[in-house]
């Protein structure tokens, strides 16, 4: 990627093309489920439909956005300065946990109708081990809280990405012969392990 | 690592969850949503299992659908009279007549007993396969194409296709009705399950037609009309019906009928 010639131009330029590459990094190559493995579950449970599919995706894009940043300020505020960075783990659960039940009462007053497009997924997403897996990611890679929340989202768009694809795909596996022993769960695997492959064709893009 | 380092840590994560439970009981407080409790004394009632066979995302969905009085207090096909008159208590109504109902294929033309018009090497799907010229492989154009489409939507593995036409296992189905939905050729029916007799056949072709096409097929030649004592057969577009109701499961029809098509379902 043309980084050095950017460099040149100013430090700004040079700031937003590394977070275009980070985003491109963590929504296409490495990919939250299909090169990191995070986030297997709501993956293959609640793809089965486009529709659900879309809303669990949106709802995960919101969650992990808004983690990342909650985290990102709690690491950096909190953790940092009293030198308790090995407690990062077990302090990101709690706070990730709190603040989706917090984000969950705060939609169902003020936003009603996201609330309910959002449905049962956003308490579903506190168990998303994709949910910590950024958080702690945004940590070990040293990125500060801006970098931190465009990786959050990039990585959730990345989600979103992915589980529509499997969702369409299942959606038209229904009217095929599959062999018995492939029925159900082996052949969703199977085309999730294909898909994986193909995105490995992303690797290259950077 | 020295005591101080210990104390800070316990001191830090005890204060971070102190404040967070604090935040979280005081934002519950403050963004309290008012919720009718006869939802959740109506959830506490459903069977829990979320099937959806209601037509509601999940049990919750029907509580809320039922306050709401969007849906009637009957609606579980799971929970059957038990629950519907639970949950009649709940909302102070009358549960009213929920009778149980099953599902009934109108079909008996088999492999053996329908003819084909031509093998067909599609998706095994009956709305694809419905499509095609002919309306399908089978000769009859009313009849059950066997691929399985109500097999596959069936929640509850109440339906299964034995020997090309589907079967309804009566003790399973829980009359969800998806089956009646998906089938393309509107060939399944939700009957009341104390119905004895019932015509398994949905031709509308006239007697000669029918005769080639399949040998389990109505004619309508109306000696079951002929033979109920109680008025309960109808004959239409050159097919039998018969009226639970009015029936009085005497079983003449069905010894009478040179088709053998009325069937105890």
């Known amino acids: 990627m043309s980084g050095d010639r950017m460099a040149k131009k100013g430090g700004n330029m040079s700031t937003l093309s590394e977070l275009l590459i980070i985003a491109v990094g963590s929504a296409l190559v490495s990919n939250v489920v299909l090169s990191q493995f995070y986030g297997l579950c709501p993956f293959l449970g609640v793809s089965k439909q486009l529709k659900t ?151 290259g893009l950077l | 690592m020295d005591l101080q380092a210990i104390m800070i840590a316990v001191i830090m994560i005890g204060v971070l969850g102190l404040v967070l439970g604090l935040f979280l009981g005081c934002s519950a407080k403050i963004f309290h949503v008012e919720s009718d409790s006869r939802e959740e004394a109506i959830l506490e009632v459903l069977p829990g299992n979320n099937c959806g066979g209601c037509g509601y995302p999940g049990c919750s969905g029907l509580a809320a659908a039922v306050v709401k009085g969007e849906a009637p207090v009957n609606a579980c096909p799971v929970g059957g009279e038990a629950v519907a008159a639970k949950v009649a208590a709940v909302m102070g109504v009358d549960a009213g007549r929920s009778e149980r109902m099953v599902a009934f294929v109108k079909c008996l033309g088999d492999c053996e007993k329908a003819a084909k018009d031509y093998d067909y090497h599609g998706e095994a799907d009956c709305r694809m396969a419905a499509l095609l010229p002919g309306g399908g492989d089978k000769s009859c154009n009313y009849g059950c194409l066997g691929y399985g489409s109500c097999v596959k939507e069936c929640p509850f593995d109440a339906i299964h296709i034995r020997n090309g036409i589907a079967v309804v296992d009566r003790e399973a189905c829980k009359a969800c009705g998806r089956c009646v939905a998906v089938c393309p050729k509107k060939l399944i029916e939700l009957i009341p399950c104390h119905a004895a007799y019932a015509v398994a056949c949905a031709s509308k072709d006239k007697g000669p037609e029918v005769m080639k096409k399949c040998k389990a097929g109505c004619i309508g030649c109306g000696l079951c009309k002929k033979n109920c004592p109680a008025d309960a057969v109808e004959i239409m577009d050159f097919l039998a019906r018969i009226d639970p109701e009015k029936c009085e499961k005497c079983g003449a029809c069905a010894e009478k009928c040179p088709k053998k098509v009325i069937a105890k379902p």
């Open chain 1, 53 to 203: 599919a879309g809303g669990m995706g949106v709802a995960v894009i919101f969650v992990i956005t808004l983690a990342s940043l909650v985290a990102g300020m709690i690491y950096r505020f909190l953790l940092e300065p009293f030198g308790l960075e090995y407690l990062k783990t077990i302090v990101f659960i709690l706070v990730i946990a709190a603040l989706v039940q917090f984000v969950e009462m705060f939609l169902k007053r003020s936003i009603p109708s996201l609330y309910q497009s959002l449905g049962v997924y956003l308490p579903l997403i506190t168990t998303n081990c994709a949910v910590l897996g950024t958080a702690l990611t945004n940590v070990q890679e040293g990125y500060g809280i801006l970098y931190g929340v465009v990786n959050g989202f990039a990585t959730a768009a990345g989600f979103a990405i992915a589980i529509c694809i499997l969702a369409g795909i299942r959606e038209k596996m229904r009217y095929n012969n599959v062999p018995k022993a492939f029925q159900g769960m082996p052949i969703v695997l199977v085309t999730a392990g294909l898909m994986a492959i193909a995105f490995c064709g992303f690797s």
